[in-house]
């Protein structure tokens, strides 16, 4: 698995037509409020040239790329938290993503209803960010409650609970994200996990645009900006464009790309930004029979690496055989790296690299 990423947004923001796109599996798109009442849940292979390339030079049968889960929910309102709209009612479904995605809409369409009437991104990207916090903050509300209730009658425990969880509520109750809480206790991250707050996990927001503002839009400078005083990512993404492009073949759609002035798909700048913003990199292993792919944090050590493998091979742990992506570029076989000596015997203590071809020796 890559990563998990929940999409978030207002109704007719575009969420539908862009899992569409990053999907392919044509979920209903309307013009209308609500269109989206069950949430949709999509895996999608990541593209990896790289990927490709090792399966050649090691003479694997087939390859497995590392996939990506997106999730769907019905569009937010404002009063989401408090019963208002359908929204409130499957944030519970994202809560076990990786990172969400708020989609915010940038494009004017009289056609296209909005429910605050008028196109403004940054008020739309502070509405979604308020009921997030709103169901966070019900969410601490509840277990603080609990854990009053504990202490009460004099456990130490929940007295330490109950000490760090107070902060969080104050923080949320500010109405700021938890990602910002900046002074996080060993206990107050432990419970920030437990709890799977919203506004803890890493954000990017998804300008959708219409074909017409591809390359510049006023309203998605606006976004940028008001995303760049957060420190959160913001990219410029078409649903529609990018739900043609993912209906043609290779070679039409690098054509039809190139066109429109693009140079990757919006799957694979979400992915890129994904990958920033939860410090992950990708590793490989191969044989005759597989090339596969693994995504680990960035930081992992190999032992810790070999069990996304197999949880075998992180107790028999012995040692790895590890070529670089760039000496493999290079050289036209696994037995051309052996002979070049290009192939490097790593201990416990190496750190994984992104782009590192691993042989597990257990």
């Not at 019900?138 to 009658?153: D, I, P």
């Not at 040692?319 to 050289?331: K, M, N, P, T």
Request: hydrophobic share 40%; aromatic share 6%.
């Amino acid at each position: 698995m890559g990563f998990k990423c929940g999409l978030v947004g207002l109704p007719n923001a575009g969420k539908s037509t862009i899992f569409n796109a990053i999907t392919n599996l044509g979920v209903e798109a309307s013009a209308y409020p609500f269109c989206t009442i069950d949430p949709h849940f999509g895996v999608v292979p990541l593209e990896d040239e790289r990927l490709d390339i090792i399966r050649q030079k090691a003479g694997s049968d087939k390859k497995t790329p590392t996939v990506l889960e997106f999730v769907d929910i019905a569009g937010l309102v404002q009063g989401a938290s408090h019963g208002e709209g359908l929204g409130n009612r499957f944030l519970s479904h994202i809560s076990r993503v990786d990172a969400v995605a708020y989609v915010i809409r940038c494009f004017e369409d009289d056609n296209v209803s909005h429910p605050c009437r008028t196109i403004d991104p940054v008020r739309d990207a502070r509405i979604v960010s308020t009921e997030l916090i709103s169901k966070d903050t019900e969410t601490v509300e509840k277990r603080l409650s609990k854990s009053l209730t504990a202490a009460r009658s004099g456990d130490p425990a929940m007295k330490k609970i109950v000490s760090a969880l107070e902060p969080l509520l104050s923080h949320l109750q500010d109405e700021k994200e938890i990602r910002f809480y900046h002074v996080i206790s060993e206990s107050q991250t432990e419970l920030i996990r437990e709890m799977n707050l919203l506004t803890a996990k890493p954000a990017i927001y998804i300008a959708n645009v219409d074909e017409k503002h591809v390359r510049n839009s006023a309203l998605v400078h606006q976004l940028q900006n008001h995303a760049s005083t957060l420190q959160t990512p913001c990219i410029s993404f078409c649903g529609q464009v990018q739900a043609e492009i993912a209906e043609l073949e290779e070679p039409d759609r690098l054509a039809f790309m190139q066109a429109m002035g693009l140079d990757e798909t919006g799957l694979q700048k979400l992915v890129r930004t994904g990958y920033q913003v939860l410090n992950l990199i990708t590793f490989f292993t191969a044989n005759e029979k597989e090339a596969h792919a693994w995504t680990v944090p960035d930081g992992t050590l190999i032992q810790q690496a070999a069990a996304r493998v197999h949880t075998d091979f992180e107790k028999g742990f012995i040692r790895a055989e590890v070529i670089s992506f760039s000496d493999l570029q290079i050289c036209g076989s696994i037995r051309e790296l052996h002979d070049h000596g290009l192939i490097a015997v790593q201990g416990r203590g190496y750190v994984v690299r992104d782009g590192d071809l691993v042989y597990f020796r257990v």
